[in-house]
Structures are given as structure tokens and as C-alpha cells.
């Protein structure tokens, strides 16, 4: 990898390898690497295992914990970055979260007139929910919004990432090697991606030039993950086009598993 800053990406050493599979975070969640040849690649959690060339995608907000309330309201012009919370789900420890997102519910019935704005968590205590203890989450920056006692919240991360799994889930990446559930590695993001895995028992040709989509079949596919040329001109295949960075380098038949080349038009 290379060692210079290129468009603002993280200097990575040499030796830190993208392939990785890591049990425990060795950088930030979200950062972006590049190496010699332009190419860009992201640090992400896998929440279930991926393997090389799997298409992945961002685990839904709606499915992170709610049971995480405001302990003492907070006005947006207090000029202050840190909040009280309590109520947590589990126990975790200090900074567990750090780098993740916070947000209310659009709307929260505590403070209708703001709309859920996300904020990057900077650090937070350590949470013991047995003891139902309360403590204090800093953001990066000044809280923007106001938030009212024991107002629900949503903490989660865009780059949890889990193999694509319909038709209409945006493509966030592709796997470059195995990275099992609940670690952390990279998934490329941009430019020259040499194996990405496609096909499956009905699927459409790929053709040169053309998005590589996750199809409508993906989810009980024995290549979930796959990625499919695109069969019609229907909304669902629009959606799908719509949601894809990826092109084929290569063609393939209909019917065909295996892996292509293609080109990843930047997702940084």
C-alpha cells in the first residue's frame, strides 16, 4: 500500500495488507486506504461472514438498538458535545461505539421540531446495564439539535457491512478477502477489482460495459453475495442499477457462477 496521502485518505504502511481479518479493530471504521494504482478500499465490521468478492451492503439502521434514551435534556444552542444517556440494552465497554452515529427518530416525540440529524460519536464511558448506570457520550462536534428527556436514540455505524441480500440494497463494496462475522477487514470501494463474484442458478448474461446488480434471487442463491447482469428494463432492474457502482470488465453467459473483472466507480 502506499504511504502517501492521497485525497485525503488515511496514510496506511505498507505492510498492513488489505486482505485482512482482523478479530479486534486495527483502524477506524469508515477509513479509506488507496494503493499505487488508485484504487481505494474501505476498514469495515463484517456483522456475518463474507468471502472474497462477495458484493456487501450496510446493515439497515432500522435494525440497531432503540433502547438507548437521553438522561437530561439537551438544547441545541448549549454549545456543549456531550450528553447524558441511560437505558442502554447490553453492557459495553468505553468507547465501544467510538466513531459510530448517534441520532434521534425524525420527528421524537420529545422535540418534534428537529428531524434526526446523525452526529460521529468521539468517545463515550463504559456501560454496566445491569446496574442500569447512567453515563456520558461526547461527540465530535457541538450537538446540534436539541434532544429532550428520555428521548429513544439510534446509534450505528453505515459501515457495518453484511453480504448484499435483495434486489434494491445498495452495493457498498466488494469483498477482497474473507473476513469473518463480527471482524474487521477491508472491501474495495473504488477502481480495478479483479474478482467479484457473479452468478448463480437463474440469472441474466453479463455483458461488457454494463452494472453488474445483486439480483432478486440473492437472498436463497447458493452464491449469495453474487452479483448478476441485469435482466429487463423493469422499475426493480432500474432500482438495481441505481444501486451498483460495479461494471463489468468481461462477459459472461447466463446461468454462469463464478468471478469477474470490473471496475468500481468511486464510492469515497
Same mark, same amino acid.
Given at each position: 500500500?502506499?504511504?502517501?496521502?492521497?485525497?485525503?485518505?488515511?496514510?496506511?504502511?505498507?505492510?498492513?495488507?488489505?486482505?485482512?481479518?482482523?478479530?479486534?479493530?486495527?483502524?477506524?471504521?469508515?477509513?479509506?486506504?488507496?494503493?499505487?494504482?488508485?484504487?481505494?478500499?474501505?476498514?469495515?465490521?463484517?456483522?456475518?461472514?463474507?468471502?472474497?468478492?462477495?458484493?456487501?451492503?450496510?446493515?439497515?439502521? &432500522?435494525?440497531?438498538?432503540?433502547?438507548?434514551?437521553?438522561?437530561?435534556?439537551?438544547?441545541?444552542?448549549?454549545?456543549?458535545?456531550?450528553?447524558?444517556?441511560?437505558?442502554?440494552?447490553?453492557?459495553?465497554?468505553?468507547?465501544?461505539?467510538?466513531?459510530?452515529?448517534?441520532?434521534?427518530?425524525?420527528?421524537?416525540?420529545?422535540?418534534?421540531?428537529?428531524?434526526?440529524?446523525?452526529?460521529?460519536?468521539?468517545?463515550?464511558?463504559?456501560?454496566?446495564?445491569?446496574?442500569?448506570?447512567?453515563?456520558?457520550?461526547?461527540?465530535?462536534?457541538?450537538?446540534?439539535?436539541?434532544? =429532550?428527556?428520555?428521548?429513544?436514540?439510534?446509534?450505528?455505524?453505515?459501515?457495518?457491512?453484511?453480504?448484499?441480500?435483495?434486489?434494491?440494497?445498495?452495493?457498498?463494496?466488494? &469483498?477482497?478477502?474473507?473476513?469473518?462475522?463480527?471482524?474487521?477487514?477491508?472491501?474495495?470501494?473504488?477502481?480495478?477489482?479483479?474478482?467479484?463474484?457473479?452468478?448463480?442458478?437463474?440469472?441474466?448474461?453479463?455483458?461488457?460495459?454494463?452494472?453488474?446488480?445483486?439480483?432478486?434471487?440473492?437472498?436463497?442463491?447458493?452464491?449469495? =453475495?453474487?452479483?448478476?447482469?441485469?435482466?429487463?428494463?423493469?422499475?426493480?432492474?432500474?432500482?438495481?442499477?441505481?444501486?451498483?457502482?460495479?461494471? &463489468?470488465?468481461? &462477459?459472461?453467459?447466463?446461468?454462469?457462477? =463464478?468471478?469477474?473483472?470490473?471496475?468500481?466507480?468511486?464510492?469515497?
Amino acid at each position: 500500500m502506499s504511504t502517501k496521502q492521497a485525497s485525503g485518505y488515511a496514510q496506511i504502511p505498507p505492510e498492513v495488507g488489505i486482505d485482512r481479518n482482523d478479530a479486534t479493530a486495527k483502524f477506524t471504521i469508515g477509513t479509506v486506504i488507496s494503493d499505487t494504482f488508485g484504487n481505494s478500499y474501505r476498514y469495515v465490521k463484517a456483522t456475518t461472514a463474507v468471502a472474497i468478492g462477495m458484493a456487501v451492503t450496510s446493515v439497515v439502521k &432500522a435494525a440497531w438498538p432503540t433502547a438507548i434514551l437521553v438522561d437530561g435534556a439537551v438544547d441545541a444552542t448549549s454549545a456543549t458535545n456531550v450528553m447524558g444517556v441511560d437505558a442502554y440494552i447490553a453492557d459495553y465497554a468505553a468507547n465501544f461505539f467510538a466513531g459510530y452515529w448517534i441520532s434521534q427518530a425524525a420527528g421524537e416525540a420529545t422535540n418534534t421540531a428537529d428531524k434526526g440529524r446523525a452526529q460521529r460519536i468521539k468517545s463515550h464511558d463504559s456501560v454496566d446495564f445491569s446496574a442500569n448506570t447512567a453515563g456520558n457520550i461526547t461527540l465530535e462536534d457541538n450537538i446540534n439539535e436539541s434532544f =429532550g428527556n428520555n428521548a429513544a436514540l439510534l446509534i450505528y455505524n453505515p459501515y457495518l457491512i453484511e453480504p448484499i441480500d435483495a434486489a434494491t440494497r445498495p452495493v457498498m463494496g466488494i &469483498a477482497v478477502g474473507a473476513i469473518a462475522a463480527s471482524s474487521f477487514g477491508f472491501i474495495q470501494v473504488g477502481g480495478h477489482c479483479p474478482a467479484v463474484l457473479v452468478g448463480g442458478t437463474t440469472n441474466a448474461a453479463i455483458i461488457i460495459d454494463e452494472p453488474l446488480v445483486p439480483g432478486a434471487t440473492v437472498a436463497t442463491d447458493t452464491l449469495a =453475495g453474487a452479483l448478476y447482469g441485469v435482466a429487463g428494463s423493469t422499475e426493480v432492474d432500474l432500482m438495481e442499477v441505481a444501486n451498483t457502482p460495479v461494471i &463489468a470488465l468481461q &462477459a459472461v453467459a447466463a446461468d454462469t457462477a =463464478g468471478y469477474v473483472e470490473a471496475f468500481i466507480k468511486g464510492l469515497v
